[in-house]
């Protein structure tokens, strides 16, 4: 059987599982003789981070707190929950927030060549790209300022999450972001515990890689009066599984939450987080170098190579800190979130590890084989406010509210002799060693109303209305390609829409649909022209329609969609060198069929599926968009009983392309990944030491180490540069409480 034969039959089979569960669902239905599911306190709004946060922390041993994914009965667009229950049980200590996140529909990708939570990993979402949907902490957008990409082991590591909610769509108006366009990943900080925990733990596995932290919760106490705080620190070391490419990760992070009287409380949140990595700037492997070293090369310890592990390394700092006040003033509930945040990135790299580039490159010496490389600096300092109102009238409930932020950067490149130790004036312009030096900043506000009009009984319509309004400015000395002195700015605005409607068929199932419109900021890179003001394109925005169902019981969680998006004003350019011209024309439409369910069979065990058919074809030539996965799927066998939890989880990324016009050279394979997880917590009679888990862990269980990526070289394919799954590994936990 050939890989694609093998490919679609796993589809089908999915398809199978999905129909077998729809069909006992119905038999279910009929004889109408299962019990309630257990409840979980939800305030009227599906919407409401509160009552999200709610369905993530489920207690319980009902199927909701089984299911790897579930959707809520009053959800108004297709997402995916994750529990906290299945981060700490099925995912490895060790993990990024994007090893949580892969495990829904339609999430694509997000595996590291260099062993789980040891790099950064990107994931795709319905085949957009990570900068084109947004991710949250606490209901806060976050990411670059260049554009909002994002750096999965950094800020908050999977340890430190209390639950994950994707959502596959703009959401309604008070859904927040610089790229709504995508859809959202919504992480949660933890729960702060009602009791008293000391909670040491340390986590082992391949390739000398130890993390050891404590977790300290107040709890309720009198000696803090109605104060509950926790405070997690933690450190990570590892040689990684990729050859000289180790990592050193300190993560502390504290959060603090107290009553100011009847009605108000009162949050405060820190976290700080430090990484020291060896890595290329640029990293991945050619087929040469596969061939000669193997799929784990990246670095090497020769002082005359580009790839030298000396010249190869960053330090990340990241804090991320905001204060909270919730409080209800002559029946308005108010909500306001003051933050901060940064993030600085100070890399220095040799100048090329695929090899296209040979040593001694600086110009007009002959001869010279010295080590070119270079220091890249990306420092920023996000600040910004979130205010929301909601009352409750007869009628529905009303929300409106404002979000504005603020973001200052300074970026630069500048080249570097290794071998001397100097600056190296290798550029064709003065400054002969500055390859680029930028500061840059924005200044946006979204203004946003909206009210749940409760038109039925079971039967809630949203309609909405946001405002955005997004300057972004330039103030280079040598602008990034152009090389010259640039001072500009640019102000986009759009209105978005949103009209989204849940009906509750009855108490287990549930319908929804969603119009809506979703909007990406135009990049920085606009402003890398000769003459920027010529370049004026419009936000990119996406039109999605959207219908599904959710049903949940006592035994079974089953939900599925089906998705049309409508994206325009693709921006595309016009000229050649520095002389570009930036400006909006064609788009891409992406649509798809998404679905996942959760089936209790007793005695502890239970079975999980879910899958996706995901199209993103160009409007113009009617192909599929580069590094857009065709289809997921994830099958899954779980059990949880007497202390004791196991899961069996496999995950399959569908075909895709690395560049744009389907070309066969450049076609990725799909690709599964099989982890496996068994822990025991045992509790104690002791007066001191409440309870111990132990876990084990193995990824990548069978040991395929298939592409995962191809990142094309324009001096040729020789050189194009490739990341593989890594090799199987191991990871061994204990937390101890007390």
Request: hydrophobic fraction near 35%.
């Amino acid at each position: 059987m050939t890989r694609k034969q093998v490919q679609f039959s796993m589809h089908i089979m999915t398809a199978q599982v999905l129909l077998a569960i729809a069909c006992m669902t119905q038999q279910h239905v009929m004889a109408q003789a299962i019990a309630a599911p257990e409840t979980v306190q939800e305030s009227p709004s599906a919407l409401d981070a509160d009552a999200i946060k709610s369905r993530v922390v489920i207690s319980g041993s009902s199927i909701g707190n089984r299911a790897p994914v579930q959707t809520s009965l009053k959800a108004t667009q297709p997402q995916s929950v994750i529990t906290a229950t299945f981060i700490e049980q099925s995912v490895t200590p060790l993990a990024d927030f994007n090893a949580v996140a892969r495990i829904a529909p339609s999430v694509g990708a997000g595996v590291s060549p260099n062993g789980p939570g040891l790099a950064e990993t990107k994931v795709t979402l319905r085949g957009f790209q990570d900068g084109e949907y947004n991710i949250t902490y606490d209901g806060i957008p976050f990411g670059d300022t260049n554009n909002p990409t994002h750096h999965s082991t950094s800020y908050f590591p999977a340890r430190i999450i209390g639950g994950m909610v994707i959502e596959r769509g703009p959401g309604n108006a008070s859904n927040l972001g610089q790229a709504t366009f995508g859809g959202s990943v919504n992480l949660f900080s933890k729960e702060l515990s009602q009791d008293f925990h000391f909670s040491p733990y340390a986590t082992f596995g391949s390739w000398n890689t130890r993390m050891t932290g404590v977790q300290i919760d107040s709890g309720t106490s009198s000696y803090f009066g109605d104060t509950r705080f926790m405070f997690n620190g933690s450190r990570l070391t590892t040689d990684g599984y990729l050859t000289y490419s180790g990592v050193t990760e300190d993560n502390y992070q504290f959060k603090l939450q107290r009553s100011l009287g009847k009605d108000t409380t009162l949050t405060v949140f820190s976290t700080f987080n430090k990484i020291t990595s060896y890595a290329a700037d640029k990293g991945g492997v050619t087929l040469n170098q596969v061939a000669q070293f193997g799929k784990n090369y990246a670095l090497n310890n020769d002082p005359k190579s580009q790839n030298y592990y000396g010249y190869n390394f960053n330090n990340k700092n990241t804090d991320f800190d905001y204060i909270r006040l919730q409080s209800k003033l002559a029946g308005w509930g108010i909500d306001n979130t003051l933050y901060t945040y940064s993030y600085t990135n100070d890399t220095y790299s040799g100048q090329d590890a695929s090899g296209a580039t040979a040593n001694g490159t600086k110009a007009g010496v002959t001869g010279n084989l010295n080590v070119p490389g270079y220091n890249k600096l990306n420092a920023y300092r996000v600040n910004g406010d979130i205010l929301k109102a909601s009352n409750q009238f007869d009628a529905g409930l009303l929300r409106l509210g404002i979000w504005m932020e603020n973001a200052s950067t300074n970026r630069h490149t500048y080249d570097f002799d290794w071998t001397l130790g100097v600056a190296n004036p290798k550029e064709s312009t003065a400054p002969k060693n500055v390859a680029y030096e930028q500061g840059s900043n924005w200044r946006q506000y979204q203004p946003f109303v909206e009210f749940e009009w409760a038109a039925m009984p079971d039967l809630t319509i949203t309609p909405g209305l946001k405002y955005v309004s997004f300057q972004r400015s330039l103030d280079a000395k040598v602008n990034q390609t152009t090389r010259i002195p640039t001072v500009t700015e640019q102000t986009y605005t759009t209105t978005l829409p949103f009209l989204t409607a849940n009906y509750s068929i009855n108490k287990e199932w549930s319908a929804y649909t969603q119009i809506a419109r979703g909007f990406l900021v135009p990049d920085l890179s606009m402003f890398y022209v000769n003459t920027p003001s010529l370049s004026a394109p419009k936000p990119q925005t996406s039109t999605n329609y959207q219908l599904g169902m959710v049903h949940q019981s006592r035994d079974l969680t089953l939900d599925a969609d089906v998705y049309y998006i409508d994206f325009n004003n693709k921006i595309a350019s016009t000229g050649t060198g520095n002389d570009v011209v930036y400006y909006n024309q064609g788009g891409v439409i992406y649509k798809g069929i998404e679905a996942a369910a959760t089936y209790y069979l007793g005695s502890g065990f239970s079975v999980h599926a879910n899958a996706s058919l995901n199209s993103a074809k160009t409007k113009d030539t009617g192909l599929q968009v580069a590094k857009a996965p065709e289809s997921t799927s994830a099958f899954g066998l779980l059990y949880k009983a007497n202390g004791l939890h196991a899961s069996l989880i496999a995950k399959t990324t569908g075909q895709q392309y690395a560049k744009d016009g389907e070309p066969s050279a450049y076609k990725i394979a799909a690709y599964t990944t099989t982890d496996f997880t068994i822990g025991y917590r045992y509790k104690t009679d002791g007066l001191m030491l409440k309870n111990v888990k132990a876990q084990f862990g193995i990824n990548n269980l069978f040991d395929k180490q298939d592409a995962t990526s191809i990142s094309a070289n324009s001096k040729g394919a020789a050189f194009d540069q490739y990341t593989f799954v890594p090799a199987r590994s191991w990871n061994f936990s204990v937390t101890a409480d007390f």
